[in-house]
């Protein structure tokens, strides 16, 4: 009877043993794979963050460019001897734009702290220099409505200075999404 009980004992630990084994890989397993799949969906909300982002800047850089080419305009019209288009000119695109153009600064706004939350402070960082730049182009139409001088040069070394700061602000986006 002896003999009979020792394997019979030996044979159940093989089994509980085997069988918590198994379960500590099975556990070990699916601990993997749920914090493989919490990376992705980390990784992939960050992508479209950065993406989300990008096409932001590039509505509020249209709503500048859109801004400036009014100026633009109003100063090569300015040129041409007709206040009186200038003046229309001015009031009906400073509606069209000015909500625009105000919200587009709020915006950026929202983009630098999306940023800084994200992790990337030096990209934030060129968002707030482009938002201070750009905020210059209330100045630059100030000076027009007060018919202090030529603003045609000043509006495209505005428009040109806001568009090689965007070009590196969506560098600094693409090299982020790449490190991801």
């Known amino acids: 009877m002896k003999t009979e009980f020792i394997p019979v004992v030996h044979d159940a630990v093989k089994i509980g043993l085997g069988a918590l084994i198994g379960g500590v890989f099975a556990l070990l ?6 914090k493989r799949k919490l990376h992705e969906r980390v990784v992939e909300r960050r992508q479209d963050s950065l993406e989300e982002i990008a096409t932001d800047l590039e509505h509020i850089h249209a709503i500048v ?32 734009t000015s909500d625009s153009f105000e919200q587009a600064l709020y915006d950026l706004h929202t983009i630098e702290a999306r940023l800084c939350l994200l992790g990337h402070e030096s990209t934030s960082a060129m968002v707030e220099k482009y938002r201070t730049h750009i905020s210059l182009i209330l100045d630059l139409e100030d000076t027009l409505e007060r018919e202090e001088g030529p603003v045609l040069e000043d509006v495209r070394a505005f428009q ?18 790449k490190r991801i």
Do not use: C, F
């Open 29 to 34: 397993g699916t601990w993997l794979a749920s």
């Open 65 to 96: 460019i859109d801004k400036s080419s009014v100026l633009s305009a109003a100063e090569i019209t300015e040129q041409d001897s007709n206040p009186d288009a200038v003046r229309h000119i001015m009031e009906s695109e400073q509606d069209r």
């Open 160 to 177: 040109q200075q806001a568009m090689t700061m965007r070009l590196d602000i969506v560098r600094a986006l693409a090299n982020a999404y």
